[in-house]
């Protein structure tokens, strides 16, 4: 890892917003919903780092909680599409008479975009920002079947799971003792990657109106609220988009270096 550049920037960006999000109420110069109608569509200065917004309240320390939701909705959609997506490509893979019931139940779900699916699923569970998670982690699920799917076919041809099953040796003790620690390596890369394309899909999500509501600091969200005083006030949305631009960067460029750290041809 140390000598891809690119993944030490990437995990150098997202330290700098984990740390700063989960300390916010104590980096944070002012409290998250203070209004001072006084102090409305200040642009940036000492007195406020990145401005303030048509409240007057201050867009560093609303961006510092906007991060702690963001990231959490990004990890609650990726931990809990995991689990499932792991659960049912494990299946898929391992049993032959499940696999083609699974995988036509993911080529139909792979049919729709996924903020497209998103956007679905919040219209049918309703606005919320627990509804928006539930619906990125669905989208993403499909993504997770497939690379766990085909990660098992491999392994399960392979000769000590074949001995194993030979010897009498149960089925969930394979899965758990030789395939699950051998599709270990791409289920974290898609993690990492996933990560970021979820937070942008949430921040999108919130965007339309359909994640966080005011006065939730969600980045998307501040972008949403940013876009109406985008001629007088700039900073509003540009420093929130920024925000997510380097999030999913930093994720991003976090995952190609674990893909190549975690690869047995690079070595």
Not at 66 to 75: A, F, K, N
Not at 147 to 155: D, N, T, Y
Not at 188 to 196: C, K, S, Y
Request: charged share 15%; net charge positive; aromatic share 10%.
């Amino acid at each position: 890892m140390k000598k891809n550049k690119g993944a030490v920037v990437g995990a150098m960006i997202l330290l700098f917003f984990i740390i700063t999000s989960a300390f916010a109420p104590f980096i944070a110069p002012y409290p998250v919903n203070e209004m001072k109608f006084e102090d409305s569509l200040q642009g940036p200065s000492m007195a406020h780092w990145l401005g303030t917004d048509e409240f007057g309240r201050d867009i560093w320390t609303r961006m510092l909680y906007g991060g702690r939701v963001s990231l959490l909705m990004g990890l609650f959609a990726v931990t809990l599409s995991g689990t499932i997506g792991v659960i049912l490509g494990v299946l898929a893979g391992y049993y032959r008479k499940l696999d083609i019931y699974i995988m036509q139940f993911i080529d139909i779900l792979m049919t729709f975009p996924s903020l497209l699916m998103a956007i679905a699923i919040v219209a049918v569970l309703g606005v919320g920002l627990t509804n928006a998670m539930i619906a990125v982690a669905i989208s993403v699920v499909p993504s997770f079947v497939r690379v766990v799917r085909g990660s098992v076919l491999s392994i399960r041809e392979t000769e000590y799971v074949e001995a194993s099953k030979a010897i009498g040796v149960k089925d969930w003790k394979i899965i758990c003792k030789h395939i699950l620690p051998n599709v270990a390596s791409p289920i974290i890369i898609l993690a990492t990657l996933e990560f970021g394309s979820s937070i942008l899909s949430a921040a999108a999500l919130s965007f339309l109106g359909l994640g966080a509501q005011p006065p939730n600091p969600e980045w998307g969200a501040l972008v949403f609220v940013g876009k109406s005083f985008l001629s007088q006030a700039w900073w509003m949305t540009l420093f929130p988009g920024l925000a997510i631009m380097l999030v999913v960067l930093g994720f991003n460029l976090l995952g190609d270096g674990l893909r190549d750290a975690l690869d047995p041809r690079s070595k």
